[in-house]
């Protein structure tokens, strides 16, 4: 195990748990980036400031990151975009549809101990386990 | 008051996804390549994230159960508990695309601050998809549908 790295794996997660509880405690409100997101861009969204400002800190975050002397990676991504795209688009569909993406039904979610979010997050994590496996291990090198 | 409250609040969660390593793809995708296992290269990296963030979040849930929100009249607990075809089909559709490219919504949001192109066309075909799902719900809905915003009172 190699690129295991649980220390940083466990702050981070951490972090992520403490801004899911920050925001519940200020404004009542679950810290899913799909509710946030959609709500954001949907013609007939409402509350649109603090998404937008939540949306914003996701990525004011790295930058500051980088300046106080982090690297940035920047991400490896499949080199043909119209993978990167179908991608997207499946993953906007789907996480709608669904109504939530690995935070709000991956640690919100399962966090209430919901069966709703339990089963979103076993069927995601199964089908991209799938996807995986058939890309790296079928169809790749 | 708000608004700079999930400015902070999308801070801190910006920082534990880069801290955490869950804005690469490729360490996100090391996670999912369970058939890695045998060959010592798998990264249970991700549970240690879902497993830390849970427990706060866990702690933090239960103390705020019943807790009015600062900055809000009343908390928005999510309200669905229907295991229905909606939740199911939709989380094999967004399964199939994080395993295609390694990026959910908030690390793609978050790794907009690299200016990579290619996480630009994922987020501008994340928010297509996004759009798309909508315009097909308006058409959809029948007087016993339940209005996006209420369909949307729930998980997150």
């Known amino acids: 195990m190699a690129n295991f790295t649980p220390i940083s794996a466990a702050i981070g997660g951490a972090l992520i748990g403490l801004s899911a509880a920050l925001l519940m405690l200020l404004n009542g409100r679950i810290a899913g980036v799909t509710g946030v997101f959609a709500g954001l861009i949907d013609p007939t969204g409402i509350d649109r400031a603090w998404r937008a400002t939540f949306i914003a800190g996701l990525i004011v975050a790295p930058l500051s990151a980088a300046l106080v002397g982090f690297t940035l990676p920047i991400p490896q991504m499949p080199t043909n975009l119209i993978v990167v795209a179908a991608g997207g688009l499946l993953v906007g569909f789907g996480t709608r549809l669904s109504n939530g993406c690995t935070s709000g039904h991956g640690v919100c979610g399962i966090a209430r101990l919901s069966p709703r979010s339990i089963t979103a997050m076993v069927i995601f994590m199964a089908a991209a386990i799938v996807v995986v496996a058939l890309t790296r291990h079928v169809f790749g090198g | ?156």
């Open chain 2, 1 to 156: 008051m708000r608004a700079l409250a999930s400015l902070f609040c999308g801070f801190v969660f910006g920082w534990g996804l880069f801290i955490s390593g869950m804005m690469r793809p490729d360490k996100v995708l090391g996670f999912l390549d369970v058939f890695a296992i045998p060959s010592g290269k798998w990264d249970p990296s991700l549970a240690v994230v879902m497993a830390a963030a849970l427990a706060v979040t866990g702690v933090g849930y239960a103390l705020l159960r019943r807790r009015t929100p600062i900055f809000e009249t009343q908390s928005h607990w999510p309200t669905q508990t229907a295991i229905d075809r909606p939740l199911v089909a939709g989380s094999i559709l967004f399964g199939v695309g994080w395993g295609l490219v390694g990026l959910c919504p908030g690390p793609a949001i978050a790794n907009l601050a690299t200016l990579s192109s290619p996480v630009i066309v994922f987020v501008v075909a994340m928010a297509a998809g996004t759009l798309v799902h909508d315009l097909w719900y308006a058409r959809s809905v029948t007087p016993d549908t339940p209005s996006l915003a209420q369909a949307n009172a729930a998980d997150g």
